[in-house]
């Protein structure tokens, strides 16, 4: 059974971190791409990063280069999200979702999705 599952999400302050976890089950890493989206509410989701497992290839959104990184590690079939100075604006459901590895950078490929962890942000 393919699954994803986050953890990791919580309160924290303006200018804290937190790092979300993603473990993947149910299928190999490779072949395919591991993103986190977001969805703050009466928002729509919006696309942050995604990774590759069998190269060094990432993706970032600009609007969150040097707060967020992504990262793996595939020994344990988990993705990371690295979130740093975080503001309130920040505050949403993050969710780990999974796309054929070519389709890395187009959000609408991503079609297996986690149950989501909440990140707030408290100012």
């Known amino acids: 059974q393919v699954q994803l599952v986050e953890s990791g999400g919580g309160l924290v302050q303006v200018g804290g971190s937190l790092r979300l976890s993603c473990v993947a089950s149910?299928?190999?890493?490779?072949?395919?791409?591991l993103g986190w989206f977001r969805q703050a509410p009466g928002m729509e989701r919006e696309f942050v990063a995604s990774i590759l497992a069998n190269t060094d290839f990432k993706y970032l959104v600009d609007s969150l280069k040097g707060r967020f990184a992504i990262s793996r590690d595939n020994a344990k079939s988990t993705v990371y999200l690295q979130m740093n100075n975080l503001r309130p604006e920040d505050t949403a459901v993050y969710y780990c979702?999974?796309?054929?590895?070519?389709?890395?950078?187009?959000?609408?490929?991503?079609?297996?999705w986690g149950q989501g962890t909440q990140v707030t942000v408290s100012s």
């Open positions: 149910g299928w190999t890493l490779s072949n395919y791409a």
């Open positions: 979702a999974r796309a054929p590895s070519v389709y890395f950078k187009d959000p609408r490929k991503f079609n297996v």
